[in-house]
């Protein structure tokens, strides 16, 4: 069955920096990738998404995140991080033909002044 | 357009009693899916609903917790003999279909006194 660690629980960085949240699962098939973001006492919303084809994705505020299949990995970056960034991120995974999706932990990245 | 919605946003109820939480999906997605995020976790895959077809219960924690989605729109999940370990939000997902992305609402907030 396929898991998702998400490597870091808290990520606290300074405005305008750049931020790496990391991603690695297990998974022997093919799979799609998620990114989400949960603002507080929200639901989450989808940043980006891995499907096929190019391995770098970008998404919404200005992420992108690249996947590579020999390290099972599906890092999540943005050069420049804003205050408005501050929330908790989900790396989440989708077996083809299985119908759950598995949710890492959550990284919270703080992002301050 | 108009996201998933939920309903009631905050419940509090004593344990032993049932509770019955609400979720209307984006109009036109047949898969509808209920999450259950307990505090600083990532996010457990409760139920799945797609189409007219039986439903994967597989992520259901126990015989307690039940779910039904009439007309293949609105889903109720229902929680008897409530414990104090059923404390958490509910979130409730729905997609175009199951490959792809989902969207959520902002949950149902559920605390056992």
């Known amino acids: 069955a396929q898991s998702v660690t998400q490597l870091d629980s808290q990520v606290p960085v300074f405005e305008e920096a750049p931020v790496e949240l990391r991603c690695n699962y297990s998974s022997s098939v093919s799979v799609y990738l998620f990114w989400y973001v949960q603002y507080p006492n929200q639901g989450l919303q989808l940043l980006l998404k891995y499907l096929s084809g190019s391995t770098l994705v970008k998404g ?3 992420f ?3 996947f590579n299949k020999s390290q099972t990995s599906f890092h ?3 050069p420049s991080v804003h205050i408005s960034d501050t929330a908790e991120y989900f790396c989440a995974v989708k077996v083809l033909g299985d119908n759950d999706m598995r ?3 959550g990284t919270r990245l703080t992002v301050k002044p | 357009g108009a996201g998933v919605s939920q309903s009631p946003s905050n419940k509090v109820t004593e344990k032993g009693k049932d509770v019955e939480l609400r979720c209307d999906p984006i109009s036109g997605h047949t898969a509808l899916y209920w999450y259950r995020q307990s505090l600083g976790q990532g996010l457990e895959f409760l139920i799945y609903f797609q189409g007219n077809s039986a439903p994967d219960k597989s992520g259901l924690p126990s015989d307690r917790f039940s779910a039904e989605r009439t007309g293949g729109s609105v889903s ?7 414990q104090q370990e059923d ?4 979130l409730c997902a729905s997609s175009f279909n199951s490959d792809q992305p989902q969207h ?3 949950g149902t907030r559920l605390s056992i006194l």
């Open chain 1, 60 to 62: 919404i505020n200005g």
């Open chain 2, 76 to 82: 109720t999940l229902t929680i008897q003999r409530t």
């Open chain 1, 103 to 105: 949710f890492g932990a």
């Open chain 2, 104 to 106: 959520f609402g902002d």
């Open chain 1, 64 to 66: 992108e995140a690249e």
């Open chain 2, 87 to 90: 404390s958490a939000v509910y």
């Open chain 1, 76 to 78: 999540l970056r943005k």
